[in-house]
């Protein structure tokens, strides 16, 4: 498995990811069926909100890194209503995302929200970014369907990781007592957030018998959550209880942690 995905498998994926979705969406048997984990959508409000969204990122992808704030699609089409138009239309959604990042290519600059955030403001970084909200939304259209399906291991992975990088991170001091969380996989890959007045920053911790991160322990974390990557995606953005994971430490951490919103 690779340890981290290039921009062509990130293309892969989201292509990959996007089919699995329109397939959950394609087995529903309504699209005015409720979303378990959006309880205020129903499968068709789902299926715009991604389409909708991919087509602005694609948009503000092509205005290249000068663009001031995400753009506005051109000319967009009403969003059907019938099940096999609205397929189409996602389709085209994912493809218009696609081309417009396979034309910028991964270092070119893209206005982004996470200026304050470790990630940078590349179009690979959209890439990722892009990919996980898809697979995210594919395990709603799946768990609307009836059938949901664990998120494919190098998608959960690179998820904890680009989650901690992206919507963890940044520099607005923490507005608590400094600590340390760490976050462990079954798989193998273990992560730490450091909180300070400083803001908040992550990285990767080195896998048992390397060398310690310096100025930190890796036994020296305030609170721990362990579980598959895909549980820990799946408990970062809620669609499953964060207790449901393995804790270890001070629990009121993780309140705080998912009770914050600094500006970024």
């Known amino acids: ?23 959950a969406v394609a087995a529903a048997p309504d ?3 409720r979303v378990p984990t959006c309880p205020e959508w129903t499968l068709f409000d789902l299926v715009r909100h991604l ?10 992808v092509a ?3 000068d663009a001031t704030g995400k753009a506005v699609p051109p000319g967009d089409p009403a969003v059907p209503r019938e099940r096999e138009a609205l397929l189409a239309w996602s389709a085209a959604s994912t493809r218009q995302l696609l081309d417009a990042l396979r034309e910028a290519g ?45 998120l494919p291991d190098e998608v959960a ?10 919507i963890c991170t940044t520099t607005v001091a923490w507005p608590h007592a400094p600590a340390a969380v760490d976050y462990h996989t079954t798989e193998g890959r273990s992560w730490r957030n450091w909180l300070s007045d400083d803001g908040s920053r992550a990285a990767r911790l080195p896998a ?53 919103d600094p500006e970024r």
């Open 1 to 23: 498995m690779r340890d981290i995905l290039d921009f062509p498998e990130l293309l892969r994926l989201i292509d990959e990811r996007s089919a699995a979705f329109r397939e």
């Open 31 to 33: 699209l005015d069926a």
């Open 51 to 60: 389409g909708e969204g991919r087509r602005a990122w694609a948009a503000t």
């Open 63 to 65: 205005a290249g890194p």
């Open 106 to 150: 991964p270092e070119r600059g893209c206005w982004t929200w996470w200026g304050r955030s470790q990630s940078p403001r590349t179009c690979r970084a959209v890439a990722r970014r892009q990919l996980h909200e898809i697979a995210v939304h594919t395990y709603d259209a799946q768990l609307a369907s009836g059938a949901p399906r664990p």
């Open 157 to 166: 992975l690179d998820g904890v990781e680009e989650f901690l990088s992206t």
């Open 208 to 260: 048992p018998g390397t060398a310690p991160v310096a100025g930190a322990e890796p036994d020296a974390a305030d609170a721990s959550a362990r579980g598959t990557a895909a549980e820990l995606v799946l408990g970062f953005y809620g669609r499953i209880p964060f207790d449901s994971l393995e804790i270890h430490g001070d629990r009121r951490l993780f309140d705080r942690l998912a009770a914050w």
